[in-house]
């Protein structure tokens, strides 16, 4: 991981931090994002948006979404959204995967969830982790399986 994709991994970690900050709704937020037009461009090889601010990236976002992402009082803290944006970034990054296939096999529930367990662990291993979960409900069709 070079200095430039840590860069992109805090300034997601930044984004969702300042959208909890906020106060948007965190279950509406993370999915909404990471199938967006603005999740898009910070997966491309470059784009001009990679070099934007989280506040510039929370304005797109809010324009893109067209009033989905309503403020609400449904907002997880801003450590664990920051935690949860880094780690979707870096995900991206680690495995080679869009955000819209990250968050299908890691939605905001599932790392919410798991956050208390994860968060001291290095991203690959907490990645490695989640993908593990996922590969485990599938497997048995249980979707009590954290």
Known sequence: MDSLQLKLCDIQGRLFELSAQQGYDSEKFVP???R???AKCLDSRYNRMQWAGEEYLL???ISESDG???QTEHTYSPEVMYWIGYVYRYWHYYKKESSSKIYRQAN???M???YMMFHTMDPELA???LIEIKRQKARTGNSSVS
Do not use: P
């Open 32 to 34: 909404f994002f990471m």
């Open 36 to 38: 967006s037009e603005v």
């Open 59 to 61: 304005e797109e976002l």
């Open 68 to 70: 989905t992402l309503l």
């Open 108 to 110: 905001v529930k599932t």
């Open 112 to 114: 919410k969830r798991n």
């Open 127 to 129: 990645i490695d982790d």
